[in-house]
């Protein structure tokens, strides 16, 4: 499956910003999906993965209450909506998919999913 990330940007604390990852090639609704992100200097960080259906959800400790993940598998799109950003969310965010016969929304660590989109800029500045 090929990702395509877009709708980083530069924005100012406490803005909102909506990312999106459009997959192409394979059936969407059989990868469960998630985010990453990689400021410079620090290792990719798990930020929040969705089951395949959509049912199920889980987000790094930080980013609850702020970051939403969705999916509409009729796009073969997923979301992340993020909120009341700080300039500690300024990175690299990336896509990333791995098929997944169970419904569930446990795969946060990078070493478990197979594609990954090309990443696209978040800057917050304070």
């Known amino acids: 499956v090929q990702l395509q990330a877009s709708g980083g940007g530069s924005v100012q604390a406490g803005d909102s910003l909506s990312l999106s990852c459009a997959a192409s090639?394979?059936?969407?609704?059989?990868?469960?999906m998630a985010w990453f992100r990689q400021a410079p200097g620090k290792e990719r960080e798990f930020v929040a993965c969705?089951?395949?259906?959509?049912?199920?959800?889980h987000y790094a400790d930080s980013m609850k209450g702020r970051f939403t993940i969705n999916r509409d598998n009729a796009k073969d799109t997923v979301y992340l909506q993020m909120n009341s950003l700080k300039p500690e969310d300024t990175a690299v965010y990336y896509c990333?998919?791995?098929?997944?016969?169970?419904?569930?929304?446990?795969?946060?660590?990078?070493?478990?999913?197979?594609?990954w989109g090309q990443g696209t800029q978040v800057t917050v500045s304070s």
């Open positions: 969705i089951s395949w259906s959509g049912a199920n959800t």
């Open positions: 090639g394979r059936t969407f609704k059989n990868y469960a």
């Open positions: 990333a998919a791995r098929e997944a016969f169970l419904d569930v929304a446990s795969y946060d660590r990078s070493v478990y999913y197979d594609y």
